[in-house]
C-alpha cells in the first residue's frame, strides 16, 4: 500500500525508537490521533483498544478529564521552575510527601527526574557517591540481570540485560555485572523444581559476589516482575533468598518500579506482591500515568545523610536535572495518585486479576503459545516453534511481530517482545473490555498460526 501523506511526512522526518528502521521506510508508522478511555484512533479514525497502556505507562487510560484539569491548573499558575540552588515548589513538596506516603519501606528524601532511565542513572551515581561518603571508595560496581530492562541512557542501558540494547552501542560500560534470570520456564533445567532453580540462581549470585570481592559491589537492581526482558514473574522464594544474600555482603536493593508501581501488580509496589523490602525505588510512568514526563527516586535517611556530610566537606550536591521537579509534572503526578485512592484503582487490579489469569491461563492451550505469565494485570504470552521441547521459533522468522501485526488488524495494541506478547492494559479497563481484549488476542494468535505452519 501506497504511503499517505502523513506517513510519508512521518518517514521522512524522524528517526523512531525501537524500530526495525528499513522496514519502516516501507510499511510507514500507524499514526494514532487521539483516544478516551482503553481505546485509541488513527488518522484513518479505526480503533484500538489499547493492550499495553501505551508502553506500560498511561495506567489510567485515555483523556481523563481530572489529569487534564490538573494541567491546565499548574500551567496557568506557574508553568516552569527547578528545585536547584534551594528553590522550591508547592506541587513538588506535595508529589514527595505523597510518594513517601506510599513508599513500602521508610522514605527520608525524593529526587525527581523526567524519566525512568534518568531515575536509574541517578541511582547509580547516588550509590557511587553514598560509598564515597561512607568511606568505601571500592564499592562501586552493580549487578544486574541478564533480560532486565532499566532504561537506554548510557549506565540504564548497561543495566539493561538485553544484547540488542548493547550491540554495536559499546554497552555495557565497565563494573556491571549480569546475573541470572529469574525465569524458570527457559532457564530451569531438565526436572528442576521452582525451590532447585531457586537455590541453584542464588548460588550463583553468591558466588559471583565471592569471586568480585563485596568490598567492590556498591548495588543490585531489579524489576520484581520483569516487563521489557518478557514478562516475568520470579518463583516464590526468590526475591527473600537475594535479599538474604544482598545484606549478609551490605549491597544496596535498587527497586526498579518504573512499571510495577502504582498499583500494576494489585499492590502499591511490586516489591509487596513479590515479598521484598528494598533499600531505594525508582518510579516513573504510571507515576502520571504518563500524561507528563516524570520519574522519582525514593531514598532512605542513611543515604541522605551520607549525602549532607558530603556536602559539609565539598560543597555543593552536583547533580540535578533542568526538568527535575517540573511543577507541571508534579502536579499531574499529584493528581494520579488522588485518582489512584479515589478510584480505587489498587483494588481494581486486584478485582480484575483473576478474570485476567483466567483468560491469559486459557492461551496456554493454543498450539503456539509454549508459556503464560502475570502478576495483577500485566502479562505475557511466548510464542514457541514446539511446545513440548519449548524450542523457540527462529527470532528472524519474525513470528511475535506477525502476532502483534494480526492484533493491529483485529483492532488490538499489543507489543512483541521477542516472541512474547506482551499485556498490560490501561487500569481504568472494564471486565468487558478485558474481554474484547483476550478474544481479539485468540483471533490473531489462531491468523498467526495459520501463517507459521
Ligand atoms: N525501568 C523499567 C523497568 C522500564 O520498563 C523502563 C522503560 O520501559 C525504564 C526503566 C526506562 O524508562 P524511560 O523509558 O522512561 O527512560
Known amino acids: 500500500m501506497p504511503l499517505t501523506n502523513v506517513q510519508a511526512r512521518d518517514v521522512q522526518s524522524l528517526l523512531h525508537p525501537y524500530t526495525q528502521l528499513h522496514k519502516l521506510v516501507d510499511t510507514g508508522p500507524l499514526v494514532l490521533e487521539h483516544g478516551k478511555g482503553v481505546f485509541i484512533y488513527d488518522t484513518q479514525g479505526k480503533e484500538y483498544l489499547e493492550g499495553m497502556s501505551g508502553l506500560w505507562c498511561a495506567g489510567l487510560g485515555f483523556g481523563d478529564e481530572e489529569l487534564i484539569e490538573a494541567a491546565r491548573e499548574q ?156 514478562v516475568i514473574v520470579p518463583p516464590q522464594g526468590y526475591y527473600p533468598r537475594i535479599v538474604e544474600i544482598l545484606k549478609a555482603n551490605d549491597i544496596l536493593f535498587i527497586d526498579d518500579e518504573v512499571i510495577n508501581g502504582f498499583g500494576r501488580t494489585g499492590n502499591w509496589w511490586g516489591c509487596q506482591t513479590m515479598g521484598f523490602t528494598p533499600d531505594t525505588i525508582s518510579c516513573a ?52 495518585l488522588d485518582i489512584y485512592k479515589s478510584r ?48 523457540s521459533f527462529d527470532l528472524t522468522q519474525g513470528v511475535g511481530l506477525a502476532c502483534a501485526k494480526a492484533c493491529e488488524a483485529e483492532g488490538l495494541i499489543l507489543r512483541a517482545i521477542g516472541d512474547t506478547i506482551a499485556i498490560c492494559p490501561p487500569m481504568v479497563i472494564s471486565a468487558e473490555e478485558l474481554d474484547m481484549l483476550f478474544d481479539r488476542l485468540e483471533t490473531a494468535l489462531d491468523t498467526t498460526e495459520a501463517h507459521v505452519r
Open 344 to 391: 480505587d484503582i489498587v483494588g481494581r487490579v486486584r478485582g480484575l486479576a483473576p478474570q485476567f489469569a483466567a483468560r491469559i491461563g486459557r492461551l496456554a492451550d493454543h498450539p503456539l503459545v509454549g508459556d503464560v505469565r502475570c502478576s495483577g494485570l500485566v502479562g505475557g504470552v511466548e510464542l514457541v516453534a514446539d511446545k513440548a521441547s519449548r524450542r
Open 75 to 230: 500551567l496557568s499558575r506557574l508553568p516552569y521552575y527547578h528545585l536547584f540552588g534551594g528553590k522550591g515548589m508547592e506541587p513538588a513538596i506535595e508529589l514527595a510527601e505523597r510518594l513517601k506516603d506510599i513508599a513500602p519501606m521508610p522514605v527520608s528524601k525524593v529526587f525527581y527526574t523526567s524519566s525512568g532511565s534518568e531515575a536509574n542513572d541517578t541511582q547509580i551515581k547516588l550509590a557511587w557517591y553514598y560509598n564515597n561518603a561512607r568511606g568505601k571508595p571500592q564499592k562501586k560496581k552493580i549487578i544486574s540481570r541478564v533480560k532486565a530492562y532499566h532504561g537506554v541512557t548510557v549506565m540504564a542501558a548497561s543495566l539493561t540485560g538485553l544484547p540488542g540494547n548493547h550491540r554495536d552501542f559499546d554497552l555495557p560500560v565497565a563494573g556491571v555485572l549480569h546475573t541470572d534470570c529469574p525465569h524458570h520456564y527457559r532457564f530451569g533445567e531438565a526436572g528442576e523444581s521452582e525451590a532447585e532453580f531457586v537455590e541453584r540462581i542464588a548460588g550463583n549470585l553468591e558466588a559471583l559476589i565471592e569471586r568480585e570481592g563485596a568490598d567492590t559491589i556498591a548495588a543490585f537492581i531489579a524489576e520484581p516482575v520483569m516487563g521489557a526482558g518478557g
Open 285 to 336: 510512568k504510571q507515576l502520571t500515568s504518563a500524561y507528563v514526563p516524570l520519574g522519582a527516586v525514593l531514598l532512605p535517611e542513611e543515604m541522605y545523610q551520607a549525602f549532607v556530610e558530603q556536602s559539609r566537606k565539598i560543597g555543593t550536591f552536583g547533580h540535578g536535572f533542568t526538568y527535575g521537579g517540573h511543577p507541571l509534572g508534579c502536579a499531574v503526578g499529584a493528581k494520579a
